[in-house]
């Protein structure tokens, strides 16, 4: 009888097993201000100039990459303004809190680590301090955004 149990025992702990995988592709998170974030949606628009905007969604906050071609490469922040980082908190009154960087104004970087011109998609890492663009004291004076990755967002051409 010991046998059949155990017998049993093992057939039963063969068949439950199962594998739950669920892949997250694309996708655009990082951690700001030390607290973990994620896109509910994210894009990037590829324009004639060849310049980039990735874009990222949660309810209510807007995250804007911009960087100036597709080429792997790094962007530095807080030199220009055709490469900068914008984010967008829109509070329960509907008012915009605006954090941006720009020439002077923040710093960090975008590092392109894939274009994949043939299935149009985008893959790198980011991270960045923007400063609070009107001074809003319902937010902080800057947001802080490390270990920022976006992995196969969909890139779509901006036809002008």
């Not at 080429?71 to 954090?99: C, H, M, P, R, W």
Request: aromatic share 12%.
């Amino acid at each position: 009888m010991k046998k059949y149990f155990l017998f049993i025992a093992v057939i039963f702990s063969l068949i439950s097993c199962q594998e739950d995988v669920s892949f997250n592709n694309p996708s655009l998170q990082g951690v700001k201000d030390n607290v973990f974030w994620r896109a509910v949606q994210s894009k990037v628009t590829l324009a004639s100039d060849g310049s980039l905007l990735i874009e990222a969604y949660t309810r209510n906050e807007t995250l804007s990459l911009e960087v100036t071609s597709t080429n792997a490469q790094t962007y530095f922040l807080g030199t220009s303004e055709s490469k900068k980082a914008t984010y967008v908190l829109t509070d329960a009154t509907g008012a915009l809190i605006t954090f941006s960087t720009g020439f002077g104004i923040g710093d960090g970087e975008i590092v392109i680590s894939d274009y994949d011109a043939i299935n149009h998609t985008i893959t790198g890492t980011f991270k960045f301090n923007a400063e609070n663009t009107y001074n809003n004291p319902l937010a902080g004076p800057v947001v802080n955004f490390q270990q920022g990755v976006f992995y196969k967002v969909p890139v779509s051409s901006l036809v002008q």
